[in-house]
């Protein structure tokens, strides 16, 4: 649960881009420049599109009123509905039928770009959203319960969806970023982007007292 469920924000990031405007390209390479294996929307193909709008469709079902569409679902769901199920029958966001793949020429159909020339300081601001997306995720599901061990967050992080290794993983790339800094830098962000920034109030209060992760979680701490 908790490797499916923090790498699919890295996808819904992407297709975030993606409807602001910003060029596939941009996006993919941007992407990879974090250190990801692959960006967002190679990944999303890799995973298969229709298994995106398959549980898009049972979630809504299971939440009903309270369900909120992720990130580009209108556009997967129109990729799907057209026959582009991903990597897996050469249709995707890329098409396949060809060496090198290419991108698809319809996409701009369905994501007009209005972006398409970038500045340092754009990809700066992409890199950082890629990233904190997936670590502020990663950081709710430790104030949840659902992980409770830094070396197990970060391994499972980088083998189990290839988050950027040259980090550490993402719990490591918080306590080296400096708890304050990184609460600051994802409260702008969701100033900016949305809640999906949004901390939990665990961070916060790590942040106000100067702590770590390893430095107050780390196995060897919890058995002192």
């Not at 129109?78 to 290419?102: I, W």
Request: hydrophobic share 40%; proline share 5%.
């Amino acid at each position: 649960f908790y490797t499916s469920r923090c790498f699919s924000t890295f996808l819904m990031e992407g297709m975030a881009m993606l409807e602001e405007g910003y060029a596939p390209a941009l996006i993919d390479n941007v992407g990879r420049m974090t250190g990801m294996p692959r960006g967002p929307l190679e990944m999303h193909d890799d995973v298969a599109l229709d298994l995106s709008y398959k549980i898009a469709k049972q979630t809504a079902i299971d939440l009903g009123d309270a369900y909120v569409p992720a990130e580009g679902a209108d556009i997967v769901a129109k990729m799907v509905e057209g026959g582009r199920y991903g990597r897996k029958n050469g249709k995707g966001f890329y098409d396949y039928d060809s060496k090198p793949k290419t991108l698809w020429a319809g996409l701009s159909e369905l994501a007009p770009v209005k972006i398409d020339d970038s500045t340092p300081e754009m990809v700066e601001e992409l890199k950082t959203r890629l990233l904190y997306r997936q670590a502020v995720e990663v950081a709710r599901c430790w104030a949840e319960g659902v992980i409770d061990d830094p070396r197990e967050a970060d391994l499972g992080a980088i083998l189990g969806w290839g988050f950027a290794p040259w980090s550490g993983g993402p719990i490591t790339l918080i306590d080296q970023t400096g708890l304050k800094t990184f609460v600051d830098t994802a409260d702008r962000l969701a100033a900016t982007y949305g809640d999906r920034f949004k901390v939990p109030e665990l961070l916060r209060a790590m942040a106000a007292k100067g702590e770590t992760f390893y430095g107050r979680f780390a196995p060897e701490k919890k058995a002192a």
